[in-house]
């Protein structure tokens, strides 16, 4: 430590470290938005590692940063180091370092802020990382001491190739991957339909009894949404009903969606209209894809799944790399009846365990499957399927492990609804919403660019910030604890415990 070079040593390491870092998360990035590494791992351990990454380059700044106050030859002062233009030191070139300082903090702020922030803010807000990337290339080209070596130009070209090629990368996809607008939605709506867009039956098929698989294609097979395993679309049918479905394809094939639909007596009629209705050709509208149901980075896996409820576990097991370690029970009364069972047992012969009613005495021993070797210490569990197989399951595994998706609300105790005062911070509307209303309708009634589907509290579409208030959570789609730290409500079934809410629309 009494070497009086050492922390020019450590400024002009951390300094190039940060450098690669910040270009490797940018890189990073525009792979995962580009999608050209969906194939080696699963969305969120991408996601961790661009953020990981990104956060690592902050860190090697401020160590920059704070080893120039240290070193004794520059001594730099904290204002120096903080405000542009302060110091006599080439202060144009530290000045543009001091700004990308700046913008990486922005960014990664917005990065842990993600779930608080307008999409289209943090979307836009990211975009700096761009130009932070291109001001450290200046800082450093104008600044750093070993610029003349042929190893410091090696670097530099090096790290300023990967980031232009990465960019012109994302530039091209981006032209490539572009959702076509809609040209015939009223000026008005155009909040609201955002997302719908037209979308056509490729093809139709029985994927088990009383199951129908069906691919849905763009009219001009183009690239649609990036979406991650655990997501729904929305059909909104020529019968009026809007039923979600849950994304049961490979999240790495961006030109079509599969969903698969079982025919039931208990819904609606949606279910009916499209066994009875659809055929290739047809033309539907589609919004989303939502996700409600997230894939968690983990080292391991227990996937239960019941009936159709294979559908979202089934896109979450496709979108595994091949050494990730997971296990898959799949319960049905009859294999006839359970979609994709040959599929998934041809393809895991050792990972999947199918348990057919019809083939067994007595039902699934889940006591027996959570206590044996299938659920490990490190294992998350994924459930979807009947509401008593949730339910079962959920009481045997700690609420830290367990993720359910739902397909019918539960039933929750709601207190006597009274008068609620509302104010719509964005569209500058208030208006009361008396007892008898609800609150999504009210909404709408006042013209409030907002989206409902399921009406039932399952599908998340019209979830919106709140802003003040205390809302009373009747839906069944996070956990009431998780909502209030997002601080969102889902007002197709919620309310108010207080006589006032501020929304953020």
């Not at 090697?60 to 233009?85: A, K």
């Not at 979600?244 to 969606?257: E, I, K």
Request: hydrophobic residues 45%.
């Amino acid at each position: 430590m009494n070497d009086p070079h050492l922390w020019w040593y450590i400024s002009r390491a951390s300094a190039m470290i940060a450098w690669a870092l910040m270009t490797a998360s940018v890189l990073w990035g525009i792979l995962l938005s580009t999608r050209v590494m969906r194939r080696i791992d699963n969305p969120a351990w991408l996601q961790d590692l661009h953020g990981y990454l990104g956060g690592s380059s902050l860190v090697m700044v401020g160590l920059h940063m704070v080893s120039l106050m240290i070193d004794s030859w520059l001594s730099f002062t904290p204002s120096e180091v903080l405000v542009p233009f302060a110091t006599a030191f080439r202060p144009l070139p530290v000045a543009l370092g001091i700004l990308a300082f700046y913008l990486l903090v922005a960014v990664q702020g917005s990065s842990l802020m993600l779930k608080r922030l307008p999409r289209k803010f943090w979307k836009g807000l990211h975009y700096a990382s761009y130009a932070a990337l291109l001001l450290i290339s200046f800082h450093a080209g104008f600044t750093g001491t070993d610029v003349g070596t042929l190893w410091y130009k090696i670097v530099s070209i090096a790290l300023i190739s990967v980031a232009a090629i990465a960019v012109i990368l994302r530039i091209v996809a981006g032209k490539r991957g572009g959702t076509p607008r809609r040209t015939d939605a009223a000026p008005s709506a155009a909040p609201l339909q955002s997302t719908l867009r037209t979308m056509v039956v490729a093809s139709a098929t029985a994927v088990a009894d009383g199951v129908v698989g069906i691919r849905l294609e763009l009219p001009d097979w183009g690239v649609l949404p990036i979406w991650q395993p655990g997501s729904h679309v929305t059909l909104h049918l020529p019968n009026g009903l809007q039923n979600q479905y849950s994304l049961c394809g490979d999240p790495a094939n961006r030109h079509h969606y599969d969903i698969a639909v079982l025919r039931t007596g208990r819904s609606a009629g949606g279910s009916a209209w499209i066994h009875e209705n659809l055929v290739p050709g047809m033309s539907l509208s589609v919004s989303g894809p939502m996700n409600h149901f997230e894939l968690e980075p983990a080292a391991d896996y227990l996937f239960i799944a019941g009936g159709i409820g294979i559908t979202p576990i089934k896109a979450m097991i496709e979108s595994l790399p091949a050494g990730r370690a997971w296990r898959l029970i799949y319960a049905g009364r009859s294999r006839q009846t359970m979609a994709f069972v040959a599929e998934l047992e041809a393809s895991h012969p050792e990972q999947v365990i199918v348990h057919a009613s019809d083939e067994n005495l007595g039902g699934l021993d889940l006591d027996s499957v959570l206590g044996g070797p299938a659920l490990t210490a490190a294992a998350q569990v994924y459930c979807c399927g009947p509401e008593s197989l949730m339910d079962a399951v959920a009481a045997r595994v700690s609420a830290d492990r367990m993720h359910l998706e739902r397909f019918i609300p539960l039933e929750r105790a709601a207190r006597p609804a009274t008068p609620i005062q509302v104010t719509c911070r964005k569209s500058r509307v208030e208006f009361t919403v008396t007892a008898e209303e609800n609150l999504l309708d009210s909404l709408e009634a006042h013209g409030v660019p907002i989206l409902g589907s399921c009406r039932k509290g399952i599908c998340g579409t019209c979830e919106v910030r709140v802003v003040e208030g205390i809302p009373e959570h009747l839906d069944s789609i996070l956990d009431d604890t998780e909502k209030d730290a997002l601080g969102v409500m889902y007002p197709c079934v919620s309310r108010a415990q207080t006589p006032a809410l501020v929304l953020n629309i």
